[in-house]
């Protein structure tokens, strides 16, 4: 079984901060999602990692996927209100099923 | 490009009813992933259909299946509701499904649940 574990569970930080979320596993992934979801909507994407090492950025956000394929972070600069929400990790691997981490739930205030 | 549709966007049932949620996918997706949100666990896989047929499924009682119609469109049904059934439920399409390189997937709204 692949499980993904997402740190911290939740962050309330204020306007400007920086942060960073990580997703960590055992399991070495053949890709690796990050979503954000907002209350009362589903999940939208917002990156896909592949390659191990790899950064991708999306404006203020930072995403790294870990050499080993096994882990990965998010980091966000000067946060703003409107990037709270619950932000999600999941695993692309061997069993053909995406696996998800818990989350982490982020507020940021103004 | 429309997005995932799911209906009903919200609905109230009581124990002992059953319900049935619908979902579009976006055009051109094959498959269709099913997910079950609470504050509690998270995001929990139900089933996955790929192509009408299904091609995984999560640990869930056999109170809950699917299907997938030929146009893709996907429904789910809960028989014999409980109280813990209440939810959000989520459709997800994806062009290859799970089993694709990235496995990237598009959600709907969902379908929130409350069971009384």
């Known amino acids: 079984t692949q499980l993904l574990e997402q740190s911290p569970q939740f962050l309330s930080i204020q306007e400007g901060e920086n942060l960073t979320v990580y997703c960590n596993s055992s399991s070495v992934f053949s890709s690796l999602q990050w979503y954000r979801q907002e209350p009362g909507e589903g999940p939208v994407l917002l990156v896909t990692v592949v390659t191990g090492g790899e950064v991708k950025k999306l404006k203020r956000l930072t995403f790294q996927f870990g050499d080993a394929r096994k882990d990965s972070s998010l980091h966000i600069t000067a946060a703003q209100p409107g990037d709270t929400g619950l932000y999600l990790c999941?695993?692309?691997?061997?069993?053909?099923?995406?696996?998800f981490g818990s989350g982490t739930q982020l507020t940021v205030l103004p | 490009k429309a997005g995932v549709t799911q209906t009903p966007r919200y609905l109230i049932k009581t124990r002992g009813q059953q319900v049935t949620l619908s979902c579009s996918p976006i055009?051109?997706?094959?498959?269709v992933s099913w997910y079950q949100q609470t504050p509690g666990q998270g995001l929990q896989f139900l089933f996955e259909?790929?192509?009408?047929?299904?091609?995984n499924k999560g640990n869930f009682p056999g109170r809950f299946s699917g299907r997938q119609f030929s146009n893709s469109r996907s429904e789910m049904n809960v028989s014999t509701l409980e109280l813990g059934d209440s939810a959000l439920y989520l459709c997800?399409?994806?062009?290859?499904?799970?089993?694709?390189?990235?496995?990237?997937?598009?959600f709907g709204e969902g379908s929130r649940l409350t069971v009384l």
């Open positions: 259909y790929f192509s009408e047929t299904q091609r």
């Open positions: 997800a399409s994806s062009p290859q499904g799970q089993g694709g390189r990235t496995g990237e997937l598009f």
């Open positions: 999941a695993g692309a691997g061997s069993a053909r099923q995406l696996t």
């Open positions: 055009s051109g997706h094959r498959s």
